[in-house]
């Protein structure tokens, strides 16, 4: 099978035998040049689909030729005429050339002028690769560079002719082809000694960093209690049906926090089945709370369907707890006649073994433990295969019965044997009697799959339809949307029409609240539950007092709501991880709060206090992997405007995203073109988006992307909480600090490790001058900046002032 590498080389023969043909012909203009000689270089040689080749694009009046790559533009071509021939001076042989040498004299200056002018483009559209290009000849250099060489006097990949690029194809391609581009082999070739990186932070210098950080005991007893009682108390089997009718809150209410629009709230699946009419998406649950009627039919037309359910939801969005809440409580009755198989992927052993096989064995534990069944019980596997058996008196070994009883019996046990030996179809047949004998319905739930790899996923995802189409069962399967859109994008699933109910999350405030009386409850009264109590510490005390002042705070403290609320965006086990790791924090001081609260009988929380205790986690410093928050003003290269270039483009996208019909998404396109607008590289974007992406700052359409092939982006909740609050509050500035590269010399000698509360608020004072300072060479460069920093920048100053009068 040829490869492109392949392809092209032949395409590039085939260009120089007509080039050799035609070259008599009448000088080809530019245009007739672009036609016929550059565009087949660009789309047949060197591999770049049409569709990522712009053509005279506009940009402050100016056009460039070509604008080559998608979603963002990775080099610039200047087309010349044919007959504009780049002289390369006498003696010098090698393809890597310094560009001064052949722009130097007469006979350089047309190549100059071009490359001058793309370069010229480059620097104002935030794109490094620059080529020129006359159809015969190539010559490629970096139009923007970061290592202070003007572009002009850097080093330019030279091919003076066609035959050159024949010559050396493999430098050819490697460097100029699609795929050469992406893995930026031009950079290297061309030595831009390598991108500068930023300078370490002041992290790389505090020892021991990011150091736990030390809880008192009181602390460690109330974390684990915290969780037990948060978090754990979800699983306890003798409390199921109470549990949940306490502390179920219903899936889909919109937020009354979040600072996202309703059209972005309200559409969270949306875009998922634009323009794809092979199958249905809806609600598992009314606003109200009510199970979508489709579902309660799909329930009880069990066994029938032919294709899995799929209950469609992002991370920690409620789709155990919506499977558990439908089964005991919203459709009860139904389950009870039923038998349910409930298999759990999130389980360890589920990664050990073949999952089919996990699934078979997972289903017949459960008939013995659940259904009292054991299938493989003598009696039960003779009613299971009663008419092979009736089929086996009747064939030839039948008459064994009255000729020799013994024999007859041991050939009857080897044909049962062989009946049971495949556990799959003698599970199927089990299943087949169940429904039969009994009139029970069959439902089996696959949970927990997004959990595991995407590979994992479509596994499962493939098993469930097998299960949905030979087993006499209901199959439903819990995904991601993004994996549900690549198995369909990618065929595993486009034969199949499977029925799609979307989860969505539900009121954050609502659950905390239900969540915390729930445990105060069971806190209170150990004879609930028995098991939980007996693990209860002397801290039990403190836990109630905890309890009790979230309580009230979720009840009364807006501020904190809506941190919480935004922070998680839907993930409702985030928000509720956020609650117990402030309970049990090393950066809170639990003694002082339960002391006022039981003095006084009312503690507000304050904004920075509950930060600090998700912002840092289990570690004595911000560390950037680990902590739920985002450093937004974290940079790739020592270009001091980068710290605000993700806060720019969060802006941009919100406020793009919030034009009607496109449920808050932006095309990378456009975030791209506008990064590149405003004078950063497509590198530092990219760079930007990914690591936004990375922390549920920026969310990516899983289907356009897939669908378009651009990929499509919008802000979450949690990015704009962090852009507009966050991102003013001393507590976060004191905190993402320490992981800021700091590019100016002076402000680094200022910025060092702080432990007082003085000294932390004046190295984050140094630390917001030092901001400004690079604001106003974002301000000179940007002309209409879609964020006002100066404004948060007061607010800081502010704060910080007022804390400092307080402590003085
Ligand atoms: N509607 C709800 N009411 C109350 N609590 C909820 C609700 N939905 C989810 N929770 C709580 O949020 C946490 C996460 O929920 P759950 O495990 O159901 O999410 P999930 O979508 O199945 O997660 P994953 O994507 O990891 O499988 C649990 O502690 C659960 O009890």
């Known amino acids: 099978m040829s490869t492109p590498y392949d392809q092209g080389k032949a395409a590039l023969d085939e260009l120089i035998d007509w080039a050799a043909e035609n070259v008599a012909e009448v000088q080809r203009n530019e245009a007739t040049t672009r036609l016929q000689l550059i565009d087949q270089l660009l789309t047949k040689v060197l591999a770049w689909p049409r569709a990522q080749i712009e053509a005279e694009t506009a940009y402050e009046g100016k056009y460039v030729d070509y604008a080559i790559g998608r979603p963002f533009t990775r080099l610039i071509v200047e087309a010349k005429r044919e007959g504009s021939y780049f002289s390369i001076p006498a003696g010098l042989t090698s393809s890597i050339q310094r560009l001064s040498n052949l722009t130097d004299g007469k006979a350089g200056e047309p190549l100059k002028a071009a490359a001058e002018q793309v370069a010229g483009y480059c620097a104002s559209r935030g794109v490094s690769l620059a080529v020129v290009c006359n159809g015969l000849q190539i010559v490629a250099f970096l139009g923007v560079r970061t290592d202070g060489v003007p572009p002009l006097k850097g080093n330019a990949l030279v091919f003076p002719s066609l035959s050159a690029m024949r010559e050396n194809f493999r430098l050819f391609w490697d460097n100029l082809s699609k795929p050469g581009i992406e893995a930026r082999n031009l950079h290297v070739t061309l030595k831009e000694g390598g991108k500068k990186s930023a300078p370490a932070p002041l992290s790389a210098s505090i020892p021991h960093y990011p150091g736990i950080k030390r809880r008192n005991d009181i602390q460690v007893g109330l974390q684990i209690l915290a969780e037990l009682f948060l978090e754990d108390l979800t699983r306890a089997a003798e409390l199921e049906e109470e549990f949940l009718r306490a502390t179920y809150a219903t899936s889909g209410a919109l937020s009354q926090y979040a600072m996202l629009s309703k059209q972005i709230l309200e559409n969270r699946y949306s875009l998922l089945h634009e323009s794809d009419s092979n199958f249905e998406t809806e609600p598992a649950a009314a606003r109200g709370g009510q199970i979508s009627p489709n579902l309660a039919g799909d329930i009880l037309a069990s066994g029938l369907s032919k294709r899995p359910i799929i209950l469609l939801g992002d991370v920690g969005v409620g789709k155990t707890m919506f499977i ?199 806190l209170k009264d150990p004879s609930i539950l028995p098991s939980f109590n007996s693990q209860v510490t002397l801290e039990s005390d403190s836990l109630t007092a905890c309890l009790e002042v979230l309580l009230n705070n979720f009840e009364n403290n807006e501020n904190l709501v809506r941190l919480i609320d935004n922070l998680s965006a839907g993930n409702t086990r985030l928000a509720l991880s956020f609650v117990s790791s402030f309970i049990g924090s090393g950066h809170v001081d639990t003694r002082k709060i339960v002391d006022i609260y039981s003095q006084s009988g009312h503690y507000t929380i304050p904004l920075h206090e509950f930060l600090r205790a998700t912002i840092y986690g289990d570690y004595e410093h911000y560390e ?83 669908v378009s092939g651009v990929e499509h982006i919008r802000v979450t909740s949690a990015g704009v909480y962090t852009a507009r609050v966050l991102a003013g509050m001393f507590a976060y500035l004191d905190a993402v600090v320490v992981d800021t590269p700091i590019v100016d010399d002076a402000y680094r000698r200022l910025i060092s490790d702080a432990h007082s509360i003085m000294d932390r608020l004046r190295r984050a004072g140094h630390f917001r001058t030092y901001l400004d300072n690079q604001w106003r060479t974002v301000e000179s460069s940007v002309s209409n900046p879609s964020l006002n920093w100066r404004e948060q920048s007061t607010r800081l100053g502010n704060e910080i002032a007022r804390i400092s009068d307080r402590l003085q």
Do not use: C
């Open 624 to 706: 950037p992997e680990s902590s739920p928050i985002a450093n937004v003003f974290d940079i790739s290269e020592p270009d001091g405007r980068e710290h605000f270039l993700l806060l720019l483009l969060l802006a941009y996208v919100e406020t793009s995203g919030d034009r009607a019909g496109t449920e808050g998404f932006v095309s990378s396109d456009d975030v791209y073109t506008y990064g590149q607008q405003s004078g950063f590289s497509a590198d530092q974007i990219a760079w930007a988006v990914e690591r936004a992406v990375r922390k549920g700052i920026l969310e990516r359409s899983p289907r356009a992307r897939n």
């Open 324 to 522: 558990r809440h439908l089964v005991n409580v919203d459709a009860k009755e139904v389950f009870q006649q039923s038998v349910v198989f409930y298999v759990d992927f999130g389980q360890k052993s589920a990664l050990m073994s073949d999952l089919r096989e996990f699934v078979i064995e997972d289903v017949i534990r459960q008939f013995r433990e659940k259904y009292n069944i054991d299938i493989n019980d003598r009696k039960f596997v003779e009613a299971v295969h009663h008419g092979a058996l009736n089929r086996f008196d009747k064939g030839i070994y039948g008459e064994l019965r009255e000729i020799d009883e013994v024999a007859y019996r041991r050939e009857r046990l080897s044909h049962l044997a062989r009946l049971t030996s495949d556990s799959a179809s003698h599970l199927l047949a089990s299943m087949e009697h169940l429904r039969g004998s009994m009139q029970k319905q069959i439902v089996i739930f696959l949970d927990n799959i997004d959990q595991h790899a995407s590979e994992l996923q479509e596994q499962v995802f493939l098993i469930a339809q097998s299960l949905a189409s030979e087993w006499p069962a209901t199959v439903f399967v819990s995904l991601r949307p993004d994996t549900f859109y690549r198995s369909r994008s990618e065929g595993t699933l486009s034969a199949y029409q499977p029925r799609v109910f979307t989860i969505a999350p539900p009121r954050v405030d609502v659950v905390l609240k239900k969540r915390t009386s729930f445990a105060l409850d069971v």
